[in-house]
């Protein structure tokens, strides 16, 4: 089993009081193995119920959503499961095949007496599923999204000593370098995850064989499974039926990628999808790609400014992987090659940008990025961090960030920010920003949390006397 971060997610999921959890996320991201593994672990009873293949068990959720019936429902398709109260988990797998089952999570939930826990892979994608006609249980469940292994947790699952972990985070919190025998040697497992990506089955046949072939056959079985899956929906009657427009407008934007990705200015173009349509159609294409998890956006700003939302160019974006393995396994034979000898110019840095992209992501970060309208300066990345944009470059090998230090040194019209360049090099930095490795992202520090409201008291409120 390969070691997550969202397993210690699902342990303080149960040790609190809590609502049905809904895990969602890309197709063959592990999220049916962790929950099955989690459940067989800290319940004396796990019951799997998969409602894509299982539709004899829909009618469960057919009549009242009174627990005990769904219970005897339920026991009565499947006759080796048991319902112990306070010890029981039941898993509804791929819970968008079975809309009554995503409703009845409400009275699940009231009855308090079984933990429930969902999966689902096109939970977000509208029109795609079987309606909900009776309704969505919202304040009655808690959603997690799962991604693809960060590199995180791809070196967790190397057998890296935990205190070197400890002494990176130590030297990028103090901003020292890092010994260069340890640096090299997270260098070249950078460009190793760079290459094999997060897909579970990929990391693990990577580790088994170091073989890159099979990684990226592998790789291109995963993207042909998902493709397999594009425009699949449920009629009225619970069928499945594929929408054949939406798929090849999916299909196309998918393929566009790497020509988008290859452009100096990496903004996506409607005119490079090569399917049938004006831009507002080919829109759905790209819009199902993101609502099943595949792809990200990072949007133009107006301005460098904080809330970077309020800036956003809505019409103005880049698009890409979540996974960057999956992104190389699209581009030439030769790319993985020159990833591993340190060239990560190939494609005029979409490689590296990617990286950046869905390392953010993967830590719940918006993204975003600015491109003044005359061309110069573009900043590669913007996130908010304490109430501030911070600015990030990233650079495939360690060049000058030119439009980083043009915008710190005109501080009047840009105004003032934290910077960061993200390049092949050790920790470093200059005049009003600092520089850290490409494995950084391996080791970003937390996303800021809300903080606390000091509470008001009301009772101390004294009216002034006269």
Known sequence: MLEREIWNELIAWKERPHHPLVVN??????????????????????????????????????????????????????KNVHFIPSKTVLILDEIQDCANARSSLKYWDLDGRFDVICTGSFLGVKGFRTPYTRGIPVGYEEQLTMYPLTFREFLMNTGMDSTVFAYVQKCLAEKTMIAPTVHESLRKL????????????????????????????????ILNSIKDDFGRYKDSSGNDKINEVVKLRAEA???????????????????????????????DGLQYLEDVGLVVRSYNTLQISYPLEAQKIATEFKVFFIDTGLLIS???????????????GAY??????????????????????????????ELDFLFEEN??????????????????????????????????????ANIGGGPGFNTYPLYYLGFLPEKPKAHIIEAVDVKAIKIPED
């Open 190 to 221: 950078y460009l190793q995850y760079l290459i094999v990506g997060g897909m579970p089955e990929v990391v693990n046949t990577f580790f088994e064989t170091h073989d890159l072939n099979q990684v990226r056959n592998i790789q291109q079985q």
């Open 25 to 78: 996320g890309l197709r063959q991201i592990g999220k049916t193995y962790i929950v099955k593994k989690f459940g067989a672990e800290f319940y004396e009873s796990c019951i799997y119920l998969d409602l894509r293949a299982n539709t004899a068990v829909h009618t469960a959720f057919e009549g009242d959503f009174d627990v005990n019936q769904m219970v005897l429902a339920i026991t009565a398709v499947e």
């Open 387 to 424: 109430g501030e944009a911070v600015i990030v470059e990233c650079k495939a090998t360690n060049n000058r960030a030119t439009s980083m230090k043009f915008v710190i040194a005109n501080q009047k019209k840009y105004g003032v920010h934290p910077a960061l360049k993200i390049a092949d």
């Open 330 to 344: 699209q581009l030439g034979d030769e790319v993985p090659a020159k990833i591993l000898s340190g060239d990560l």
């Open 253 to 283: 934007c998918l393929n566009s990628l790497p020509a988008q990705l290859s452009k100096e200015y990496k903004k996506f173009q409607y005119s490079l999808v090569d399917v049938k349509g004006h831009s507002p159609e080919k829109a």
């Open 348 to 377: 005029k840095g979409a490689i590296a940008e990617n990286m950046v992209a869905a390392a953010f992501a993967k830590e719940n970060r918006s993204l975003y990025y600015f491109h003044a309208p005359s061309g110069s300066p």
